[in-house]
């Protein structure tokens, strides 16, 4: 009897809510084994419900009926408030993995934008590598700068990997004039503002339009072609620039874009940048006598002046610096056999076969004859390499004491080696006005009255300064002889 009563009787469960105890009646006919999988199953939707709908459903399937029994309407309500908070303690948690994941794949992606820029540094801490190897190499060189290995195959001339960025040089009204004469003062002008100075001859002879050459392109050329002229006394970049003006200044003087086709102008003036690339600051004479490396690549034959050639087309055979990229290939061909025909034309060992073969054209020199326009454009290149005599005494002397420094430097070492020495380069025999009175008589004033015939405009600008110069000298040297008789005579009274 006692047992059976107990088994029917209506069950209870009390319940701590807010810290008030709450009992929960249960229908006798509920057993035990009801209120345990009730439990079960409210705990078990707790851990994997996901979806709101899916969770009232349980709660309405399992819990309402039963909890229909409970003593007060408020302990519904209380045990519903905390299964509420269970449900937002689910869903704060999937937030939370999905703000998770967000965030991982920020930071998988920012290490992965982390991780290239890495790539890139290193790439530049190479390039910069390399860089100061070349320098470091340049300023090691060997006494002797024609011994060393001349542009090594496996280290091919490589551009600026930037956009040329050299301070851009605003050319005023007054400066663009200047550059075209004859007068234009060559020592005020810094490298940047020299590139400048030359980037814009190219666009004002209509030379980047006419072959559609990138400017930019146009940029890195010249870059390239200023880091290929050496820290020589005479033969350096300012050297090139000052053959290039005068050649500038010589096209506008002569109209010779009136005479000659375009490709002729771009031939000219690309002749002149290139035209000493490279040089090692030793003459042709002293590399075959020494044997140097070059001698021996060229078979004796202008060994300079090829070289200055290969370099120029080792430059220009780089895509970032092809000036040429743009014209045909029947162009390109005629572009370069011109610029390789003006380059050798400054050898001065050719120099008598040239204005000699120049001489007999004069008669009847024919505008339409390809030889002659070759022959005078020969000429011209070299008028243009050896005119410093042309310039206003102030610009042209301090020339000549830069290449009596290199030509004294030459006949050092060839001493010093047991080689010949030139007279006019040795610094015991020499002097400023014996070097330049030859010089002037012999080979400038007479190429000049060529030119001269074919162009009376250069009488006045170019032909009467040298004439001045030869004057000038020649009173010099006076004045150096009287001073040696002087001071022989007051040794032999003594």
Not at 430 to 442: R, S
Request: charged share 25%; proline share 4%; glycine share 2%.
């Amino acid at each position: 009897m006692g047992s059976g009563s107990s088994t029917y009787r209506p069950k209870c469960i009390y319940l701590d809510v807010d810290g008030r105890i709450q009992k929960v009646v249960f229908s006798k006919y509920c057993s035990s084994r009801d209120i345990v999988d009730l439990f079960c199953t409210f705990d078990k939707v707790m851990h994997t419900v996901s979806d709101f709908t899916a969770f009232f459903f349980c709660v309405a399937s399992y819990v309402f009926p039963l909890f229909c029994f409970l003593e007060k309407e408020e302990l519904f309500q209380s045990v519903l408030t905390q299964i509420a908070e269970q449900f937002s303690r689910v869903f704060k948690i999937n937030e939370l993995k999905t703000e998770v994941a967000n965030h991982l794949a920020m930071l998988e992606k920012k290490v992965e934008l982390e991780g290239l820029k890495i790539v890139e540094i290193e790439k530049c801490k190479s390039d910069i590598k390399k860089m100061r190897e070349e320098m470091a190499a340049r300023s090691t060189r060997t006494s002797c700068p024609c011994k060393y290995s001349f542009l090594d195959e496996n280290k091919k001339l490589t551009p600026r990997r930037d956009v040329p960025s050299y301070p851009k040089y605003m050319l005023s009204q007054e400066t663009i004039e200047a550059l075209r004469k004859p007068t234009f003062d060559v020592w005020l002008w810094e490298p940047n503002e020299m590139l400048s100075c030359l980037e814009h001859m190219y666009h004002d002879l209509g030379l980047v339009k006419d072959f559609n050459i990138n400017p930019i392109t146009l940029k890195r050329w010249l870059l390239c072609i200023h880091d290929n002229y050496r820290n020589n006394p005479f033969h350096n970049f300012r050297h090139c620039f000052c053959v290039t003006q005068m050649m500038y200044s010589m096209i506008s003087l002569c109209n010779l874009q009136e005479k000659f086709p375009q490709v002729d102008i771009l031939i000219l003036m690309t002749a002149a940048v290139c035209h000493d690339l490279d040089h090692p600051g030793y003459n042709n004479t002293y590399q075959i006598n020494a044997r140097t490396e070059l001698a021996v690549r060229y078979n004796d034959i202008s060994p300079l002046e090829n070289h200055h050639c290969a370099v120029a087309f080792q430059i220009i055979a780089q895509p970032e610096c092809n000036i040429f990229s743009n014209v045909t290939q029947e162009q390109f061909k005629r572009i370069r056999q011109g610029i390789i025909t003006l380059i050798l034309a400054t050898d001065m060992a050719r120099h008598a076969e040239i204005l000699d073969s120049f001489k007999e054209k004069m008669d009847n020199f024919d505008y339409s004859n390809e030889e002659h326009v070759t022959c005078l454009k020969m000429v011209l290149i070299k008028c243009c390499d050896i005119s410093n005599e042309v310039r206003p005494m102030e610009v042209a002397e301090p020339w000549v004491d830069c290449l009596l420094e290199e030509y004294f430097m030459q006949s050092d070492r060839e001493k010093s080696e047991g080689l010949p020495v030139a007279p006019f380069m040795d610094r015991d025999k020499v002097t400023k006005p014996t070097a330049q009175i030859g010089f002037l008589k012999f080979v400038l004033i007479p190429m000049f009255e060529t030119v001269t015939k074919l162009f009376p405009e250069v009488d006045e600008v170019m032909l009467q300064p040298l004439w001045e110069s030869r004057d000038r000298y020649e009173e010099l040297k006076q004045l150096d002889d009287a001073m040696k008789e002087a001071n022989n005579s007051s040794c032999s009274s003594f």
